[in-house]
């Protein structure tokens, strides 16, 4: 088995396997043709994500600092905004739905370390996917924790780590995240 089948099967792999390191300086070099762009060409922005990433759903943009590893397990849907300096460290897939409003310094992080020093010293990581429903609003500086999955309609106060699944329709805030109120019962119109 490969390195990179290693990885797209979720098992410990080596992120130096020449194949995967020739895939991450792929991504490196087009990130930084992304991030040198005019940051109102939009259209050359949007050509460059699309090559990029897995999946761009139409009316999606990313403002510019942006950084990934792989790009190809990005997956973005409809009408999504994701502010400056987004990080998503795409080892296994990262889907991020329709709707979706994403802070700036956000960082999704669907790859870890084993707790074993020894197979660290060897470099070995893998990765768990990360998935965000519609209509969710992810508030700035938060982090998305690898095998996450952040429910529709959810709120992510800024901040916060979100280090396990998120229901929908619910506001969570905190290091680790955890449920403050479901949004049924909130008044609209207002803040969180």
């Known amino acids: 088995m490969t390195e990179k089948e290693k990885k797209e099967s979720g098992l410990w792999y080596n992120p130096l396997d020449s194949e995967l390191y020739a895939e991450l300086m792929r991504a490196k070099k087009m990130m930084r043709r992304y991030n040198a762009l005019e940051p109102d060409d939009r259209e050359a922005m949007s050509r460059l994500l699309h090559e990029l990433c897995g999946a761009v759903g139409e009316g999606s ?31 296994a897939p990262i889907r991020i ?68 699944d998120i229901p929908a329709d619910t506001i969570a805030k905190g290091s680790p995240a955890e449920v403050t109120r479901k949004i049924a019962n909130t008044p609209k119109h207002l803040d969180y």
């Open 61 to 91: 943009h990313i403002l510019q600092p942006f950084t990934c590893d792989y790009g190809y397990n990005i997956f973005i849907g409809k009408n999504t905004f994701g502010n400056h300096n987004i990080t998503m460290l795409d080892s």
């Open 97 to 164: 739905g329709d709707n979706v409003l994403i802070g700036p310094n956000v960082s999704f992080y669907s790859v870890s370390h084993p707790i074993e020093a020894d197979m660290r010293r060897m470099g070995m990581e893998r990765g768990r996917p990360i998935t965000v429903g519609h209509d969710v609003w992810i508030g700035g500086g938060c982090t998305i924790l690898p095998g996450v999955t952040i429910g529709d309609r959810a709120i992510i106060g800024a901040g916060s780590v979100v280090a396990h």
